[in-house]
């Protein structure tokens, strides 16, 4: 019985290190003031995409495009900071880049901000860097986080 279970506990691991490892994708930063596209697997979203499976909406902000640059900047640096495992690997003037990376298998994942000049939004990214898909993990880190800027 103990055999019998291990092996189904061993086979699930498996599949699911299958399921999620690949090649690591640098597909990060900004091209002609655009994050650049989510691929075809299901662990990204973008609010420049325009599927609805990997469409998320762009971060909201009162006040003219220079307050934003700075004050809500400064305020998603912080949520950035005081979130576990997580760091600011690039601060721009209209560009944050960051890496979360899980707590078991430590998954790596790039969450980018761009600073519309042209309209009051944050435009945001969040993608596993390997793998194909992440159960929804991009998607919730956007969520809390625009919770936590919102707040």
């Given at each position: ?36 596209p ?25 006040g ?13 640096i ?37 600073f ?22 991009n ?13």
């Open positions: 019985m103990k055999i019998v279970t291990r092996g189904i506990i061993y086979s699930v691991l498996a599949g699911f290190i299958v399921f999620t490892v690949g090649c690591k994708s640098p597909n990060i930063g900004l091209v002609n003031n655009v994050l650049k989510c691929p075809d697997s299901p662990n990204c979203v973008s609010s420049m995409a325009e599927d609805p499976s990997h469409h998320v909406a762009p971060f909201q902000y009162n003219t495009a220079d307050d934003a640059k700075k004050n809500a900047k400064k305020k998603l912080s949520i950035i900071e005081s979130t576990k495992r997580a760091r600011v690997i690039t601060s721009e003037e209209n560009y944050i880049h960051a890496e979360f990376t899980s707590l078991i298998f430590r998954f790596v994942d790039d969450v980018e901000f761009y519309d000049d042209h309209a009051p939004v944050i435009h945001v990214r969040s993608a596993s860097q390997v793998g194909y898909s992440d159960f929804g993990a998607r919730k880190r956007i969520e809390k986080i625009r919770q936590e800027f919102n707040h």
